[in-house]
């Protein structure tokens, strides 16, 4: 993936925890946004979830799930 002015620290984040294999979705409905695991995460886009998307504020954690695959994808 080429580096993009626009992108979005977001996206950044969203964009390493899955090329590290990270398998969470997002859940998006009527605007409330979660994330659903049903399989573990390799360990290295566990720790790196761990590191860096677990200690942000709810808010920042929504933004980094909306760029993850949606279960309603699957």
Known sequence: MHPDKTETPSHKTAVE???LGGRRLAK???????VR???DD???AEAFWQTH??????G???EIALHLPSISDR
């Not at 998307?53 to 709810?58: A, I, M, S």
Request: charged residues 35%; aromatic residues 8%; without cysteine.
């Open 17 to 19: 925890y899955l090329r």
């Open 28 to 34: 998006v409905d009527d605007n409330i946004v979660s």
């Open 37 to 39: 695991a049903w399989e």
């Open 60 to 62: 920042k954690r929504q």
């Open 42 to 44: 390799p360990t290295e």
């Open 53 to 58: 998307v677990e200690p942000l504020d709810h």
